[in-house]
């Protein structure tokens, strides 16, 4: 990367490394099988290849797990770059699961709606709002993607307990430190083979792993409504938010000694850390 010569790795040895690590969880649990979620996003694509060198290909499950799927689904881009990979890595397409969760989140929303009111007011509050609706508001949209993250993870764990197995999380550094996870949701699992890389790092491994050029040139995005990037939530992009973080927490550099006009979004990128700090806190507790 420009201007940060230390910020890159070497994707050889980082593959290695990376894979070495899952082969030592499975010898440690004595569990052979991963469940992991796959989006058409890269942090999944990458989580999934690297899986497929360190687990034996029949015992992976890759689950997708869209609200709904259009009619034709041809049309649903993102199960048609999930496709692609699967195949593409060799992995068993019995073990390859489509499950919608459209019911389930519908019902959780119907229930979510309705909290605090009762009665007339109730139908009254239920015909005027509407939780999925392009014109809903940032509260409610952010209310709604953490149902999806939460019910996707449900169904994720309960296929783990299944086949016995695992569940692999696809959570990066740039995610972990920004605090840009749905609590008990996307960043619940019992394997991170990426999180210790920023995001920027993720896309380097991509590249050097042959990730179908489809999902890496896709907009990152969690899919928890029409349109959503992550990028358009935060305000900056994560090249620069990255060369920050990296920065204050791996050179532990003061704010103040960091160049504002190199970084123009640095206070922005900073106060987005601060405002989900607390993330990293809980649960509360007496327990010392």
């Not at 960043?187 to 179908?212: C, G, M, N, R, W």
């Not at 899919?223 to 050179?251: I, M, P, R």
Request: proline share 5%; hydrophobic share 35%.
């Amino acid at each position: 990367m420009k201007n940060m010569p230390n910020f890159d790795i070497y994707p050889k040895k980082e593959t290695k490394k990376i894979i070495s690590f899952l082969k030592s969880i499975q010898k440690k649990t004595k569990k052979e099988k991963v469940v992991i979620g796959i989006s058409g996003g890269i942090d999944s694509a990458l989580s999934l290849t690297l899986l497929s060198k360190a687990y034996k290909k029949s015992n992976i499950f890759p689950v997708y797990l869209p609200y709904a799927l259009p009619i034709i689904k041809s049309f649903d881009k993102n199960l048609k770059k999930t496709k692609n990979l699967v195949k593409k890595l060799n992995l068993s397409e019995e073990n390859f699961l489509i499950i919608e969760i459209k019911k389930p989140v519908d019902k959780l929303i119907d229930i979510a709606k309705g909290v605090g009111k009762k009665g007339l007011d109730r139908f009254i509050f239920e015909l005027k709002e509407c939780f999925t609706c392009p014109s809903a508001d940032y509260t409610n949209k952010i209310r709604v993607g953490n149902i999806l993250a939460r019910v996707r993870m449900i169904v994720l764990f309960d296929i783990a307990k299944k086949v016995d197995g695992l569940v692999c999380g696809t959570e990066n550094r740039s995610e972990a430190l920004l605090g840009y996870y749905t609590r008990y949701g996307d960043q619940a699992s019992d394997i991170e083979p990426i999180a210790h890389l920023y995001k920027t790092q993720v896309y380097q491994l991509a590249k050097f792993l042959k990730i179908p050029k489809e999902i890496i040139d896709s907009p990152a995005s969690a899919n928890l409504w029409e349109g959503q990037t992550d990028e358009g939530e935060f305000g900056f992009k994560y090249s620069e938010a990255d060369q920050v973080l990296h920065q204050v927490f791996d050179l532990k550099k003061p704010l103040n000694k960091i160049d504002r006009k190199k970084f123009p979004n640095l206070k922005k990128i900073f106060q987005y850390y601060k405002n989900n700090e607390f993330k990293k806190q809980v649960p509360y507790s007496l327990l010392k």
